[in-house]
């Protein structure tokens, strides 16, 4: 008797897919949060699997805070084009302009926690009842409690009161007038999952994600890139090194490592021996203890 067993990765994309379509049935406006980092790139790989040979039917939604990595956006655009998407671009700066985001001061102030404002306007504006986002459970803290279905209340915000039991894989999609939903199809994944399926299915990735030589600062036991928005302190001077990125954000607040991974194979060792969590390089994280809890509580994610 044959037997046909998936192989991990399979197993993984089976469960993603099978969310992606359950949404498509339950929801009437879904859209897809895309920062054009490389979990993002992998949920669209995974919705344009899902709903092959058809079009991905929803748009993608990214918030523009003005202080992306221009490699990011360039991908972005080259990614809308190639696979005829539809994009909705939210701008933090529209936000600020208005009056309901107030941008930070200091050496080097960050536009990443005005992102919960401009995308809860977004979702408004749009009407967006789910909107799929890249966050996994191995990622952080805060992240880890996340369910596939993630209830938001009126506000945008998270109550972990009002999370639904997901048994068996049923997936309780109902909400109230102004609600919404978050989606994170991947939430089972690790960072290696994520590096061995871009390798198994040659996704492309923006250039910042292999070694490259780029003036950096270090800072609090961060490297941050040089920008217009990253003002040099006393004594501190941008000097090029070998780096590359393991998450995406903010030119003010991602952080580099120290890397000569070049390709995928180089990449997939490098965090196979790494002990520092991908996010431990991000600035916006180290703010306070609790400081990604704060920003799901208003909706960042």
Known sequence: MQTHTLTHLKQLESEA????REVAEQFERP????????????MLHLARKAFWPGKVPFPLIHIDTGHNF??????????????????IVGSVQESIDKGTAVEERGVNPSRNGLQAITLLETL????IDAAFGGGR???????????????????GQWNPKNQRPELWTLYNGHYNDYEHFRIFPISNWTEMDVWQYIAQEKIALPSI??????????????????????TLLKDEKFEERLIRYRTL?????????????????GIIQEVASSRVTERGNRSD????????EERKLQGYF
């Open 124 to 127: 408004e504006e749009y009407n």
């Open 70 to 87: 221009p490699e990011a956006i360039d991908y972005r655009d080259w990614m809308v084009k190639e696979y005829d998407l539809d994009l």
């Open 285 to 292: 994280d180290k703010r306070s203890e609790a400081a990604m």
């Open 31 to 42: 859209a897809m949060l895309f920062s054009g980092g490389k979990d993002s790139i992998v």
């Open 17 to 20: 897919i099978y969310i992606f």
């Open 249 to 265: 954000g903010d030119m003010t607040c991602t952080g580099a490592v120290l890397s000569d991974a070049d390709n995928l194979s």
């Open 209 to 230: 994600y292999f070694a490259h030589k780029r003036p950096v600062v270090e800072r609090n036991g961060i490297l941050l890139a040089e920008s217009p928005w990253n």
């Open 137 to 155: 459970r191995d990622e952080e803290k805060a992240r880890a409690k996340e369910r596939f279905f993630s209830h938001r209340d009126e506000f």
